[in-house]
C-alpha cells in the first residue's frame, strides 16, 4: 500500500549571521507498510520519526528517493494531482492540546475535512461527524460536538484528534506519538480505540512512538530508527523477544520492569545522548554509544541486511 523507497530529506537551519545550512534528518530509510497492517516506527526523539511519518504520506516532499501508494509513485505529484492520497491517507499528530483549534466547537471541528472534501450535504455531514464521535467512544455524540477543547480531558481531545482523522473513512493512517502527551489512565483506551478502528475501517496504520513496551499490543511489525535510518525491523515479538542491535537492546531494558522482584536487576541501558544530525559520527552511527563497538564500527557504515526472513539489522556483529 505505502513503500517508502530509500528517500532522504533535510531541513534548513539557521547558523546565526552566517545564513543557513541543510541538515539530513531521514537518510536513505526504506519501508513498507501493506494493507490492514500495523507497523511500529521507533526511536528516541530526535530521530526522524516523525519526518518519515509526513514524508509516508507527502506532507514532506523528499531530497531524493521514491515514495509510492497503491503502487502509483507520488513522489513529485504537485498538489493539484494528490486529492486520492489527501481523502485517503491522514494523520494524528502528537499533541492534543495543540492539535485542534479552541475556536471550534468538536462537531465543526470533525466535520471540517467532509467540507474540504466536498461533503454538501448538511444532514449527511452531521450523520458523519456522530458516526465518528461513537466509534472513538465520545458519547452521546450529540453533546460532544457541542462542546469546545478547554472543557475536555486529554484523552478526549486525542480522541475528537482521531475522530477528526477517520471522518473521511481513510485506508493509511499515520499515529504519531498519540499517547504520550496524555494521562496513563488513558493511553490504554485511546490504544484500545485505534486498534478497533483498525480493524474496522480496515486501515493501514503506521504508529510512531519512543515506547517500544506499547508496541506489543498494538503492532504486527517494528522498524527501529536511529539519528536517520533504520538499524532494525522484523516481527514485533521477534524484535522484543530476541533484539539483534545494540541500539534495540538498550531500548527494550529501558522499558520499566513491572515486577518487584527485577526491579534490581542490573541492565544494560543507553548511555549518552543522540548526537546532532549536524554531526554525525563517522562509521557505525551509533558506535560512541555501543558498548559492544569494535574498531570497524568507527570507520565503517553497517548496511540493513536481511540476516533472516523478515529479519533485517545493520550491525557489523551479523
Not at 162 to 184: F, G, H, N, Q, T
Request: charged content about 25%; proline content about 7%.
Amino acid at each position: 500500500m505505502v513503500v517508502l523507497e530509500n528517500v532522504t530529506a533535510s531541513y534548513s537551519m539557521r547558523r546565526g549571521l552566517m545564513g543557513s545550512r541543510s541538515v539530513k534528518v531521514v537518510d536513505g530509510v526504506s519501508l513498507s507498510i501493506s494493507e490492514n497492517e500495523a507497523v511500529a516506527l521507533v526511536g528516541e526523539s530526535g530521530s526522524g520519526k516523525t519526518t518519515v511519518g509526513k514524508l509516508s504520506i507527502r506532507l514532506l516532499k523528499p531530497l531524493s528517493g521514491r515514495i509510492f501508494y497503491d503502487g502509483f509513485d507520488v513522489t513529485h505529484l504537485p498538489e493539484s494531482r494528490l486529492g486520492k492520497l489527501r481523502r485517503e491517507t491522514r494523520m494524528i499528530f502528537q499533541d492534543p492540546y495543540a492539535s485542534l483549534n479552541p475556536y471550534m466547537s468538536v462537531g465543526e471541528f470533525v466535520e471540517e475535512p467532509l467540507l474540504v472534501h466536498g461533503v454538501e450535504d448538511k444532514a449527511e455531514r452531521t450523520e458523519i461527524v456522530y458516526k465518528a464521535l461513537e466509534d472513538v467512544r465520545l458519547m452521546p455524540p450529540q453533546d460532544f460536538a457541542q462542546k469546545y477543547p478547554h472543557m475536555l480531558s486529554g484523552g478526549q481531545r486525542q480522541r475528537v484528534a482521531i475522530a477528526r482523522a477517520i471522518v473521511l473513512k481513510p485506508r493509511y493512517l499515520v499515529a504519531d506519538e498519540p499517547v504520550s502527551m496524555i494521562d496513563a489512565s488513558s493511553r490504554a483506551e485511546v490504544l484500545e480505540v485505534l486498534n478497533t478502528l483498525r480493524k474496522g475501517y480496515r486501515m493501514a496504520i503506521l504508529y510512531i512512538s519512543h515506547d517500544l513496551a506499547t508496541t506489543r499490543y498494538f503492532a504486527d511489525r517494528v522498524a527501529v530508527m536511529y539519528l536517520g535510518r533504520i538499524v532494525e525491523m522484523g516481527g514485533i515479538e521477534e524484535i522484543l523477544s530476541e533484539p539483534l542491535h545494540p541500539y534495540t537492546q538498550g531500548l527494550i531494558a529501558s522499558i520499566p520492569e513491572p515486577d518487584p522482584r527485577n526491579r534490581f536487576v542490573e541492565r544494560e541501558t543507553i548511555q549518552g545522548e543522540l548526537p546532532s544530525p549536524q554531526n554525525i559520527p563517522r562509521g557505525c552511527r551509533f558506535h560512541p554509544r555501543c558498548p559492544k563497538a569494535f574498531d570497524r564500527c568507527r570507520v565503517e557504515d553497517p548496511p540493513l541486511r536481511e540476516v533472516r526472513r523478515g529479519r533485517w539489522v545493520a550491525c557489523h556483529l551479523y
